[in-house]
């Protein structure tokens, strides 16, 4: 008896697509994987990152809310400062290891 080749496949549902998606939309971004990638190594407040990675705070504090709401980034307060730090494992290692994969063309 042949076996059906799609036997044991189960379909994505809309809410994991959607994620996904966005996941990826939010790595395909320059600034967004200049700034994961900076928080990967450590945590930084806005005017760090900003100082950093030469990017105006206005511009990493857009980039931060859409990261953060994607669960990408965590923050911590200490008195006034927030602190940033990467808040998803999984795609941290997903990043290190494509661009280990990009260094090693």
């Given amino acids: 008896m042949e076996k059906n080749k799609n036997e044991g496949y189960k379909e994505l549902d809309e809410d994991t697509l959607f994620i996904v998606s966005q996941t990826f939309k939010a790595l395909s971004d320059p600034t967004r994987l200049r700034i994961l990638y900076l928080l990967f190594q450590n945590e930084y407040s806005v005017n760090?990152?900003?100082?950093?990675?030469?990017?105006?705070?206005?511009?990493?504090?857009?980039?931060?809310r859409y990261l953060k709401g994607l669960r990408l980034v965590k923050f911590?307060?200490?008195?006034?400062?927030?602190?940033?730090?990467?808040?998803?494992?999984?795609?941290?290692?997903?990043?290190?290891?494509?661009?280990?994969?990009?260094?090693?063309?």
Avoid at 48 to 64: F, P, R, Y
Avoid at 76 to 105: F, N, P
């Fill in 48 to 64: 760090q990152i900003a100082d950093t990675l030469q990017l105006k705070q206005s511009n990493v504090s857009h980039q931060l």
């Fill in 76 to 105: 911590r307060r200490e008195g006034t400062t927030i602190y940033y730090s990467h808040d998803d494992q999984h795609v941290m290692k997903m990043l290190d290891q494509t661009i280990h994969h990009a260094l090693h063309q």
